[in-house]
């Protein structure tokens, strides 16, 4: 009988949330590195991050749950349905954008000049979650 990382973290809150919700499926979940990296998080890098483990037998229900529950996070398109989407960047048409960076530049400060939206992989509409 042998552990097996399922997922790496960097910060204990996210880790503990992860192990709460394997738990409450009935599967045993270990923390592995959780102190040194709440103790210093420059080390976490250096450990690998914070590291759950689940035994040996859990693997595949564990993989099971995990694209459980990315498919219920993930945004389902509009248009067709599909949940193949990604994250994308798209400019604001109200500010062009040179302005945009010369402002920043100016007033040293990060250029706001768009916003996120959901792109479907599959059709290609473009919309916000
Ligand atoms: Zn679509």
Redesign the pocket.
């Known amino acids: 009988m042998g552990f097996v990382i399922v997922k790496r973290f960097d910060n204990s809150i996210d880790a503990h949330l992860f192990r709460i919700s394997l738990e409450a499926e009935g599967i045993d979940c270990f923390l592995f590195d959780e102190e040194i990296v709440s103790l210093n998080p420059l080390y976490s890098n250096a450990v690998g991050g914070i590291k759950a483990k689940v035994r040996d037998e859990d693997v595949e229900r564990t993989r099971t749950f995990l694209k459980t529950i990315e498919l219920q996070q993930k945004p389902l398109?509009p248009?067709?349905g599909?949940s193949d989407t990604y994250l994308d960047y798209t400019s604001k048409k109200a500010l062009p954008h040179w302005i945009a960076s010369l402002f920043s530049l100016l007033t040293v400060t990060y250029p706001i000049t768009g916003k996120m939206v959901n792109t479907?992989k599959?059709?290609g509409?473009r919309f916000r979650s």
Request: proline letters at 0%.
């Open positions: 398109c248009a067709c599909s479907c599959a059709c509409e």
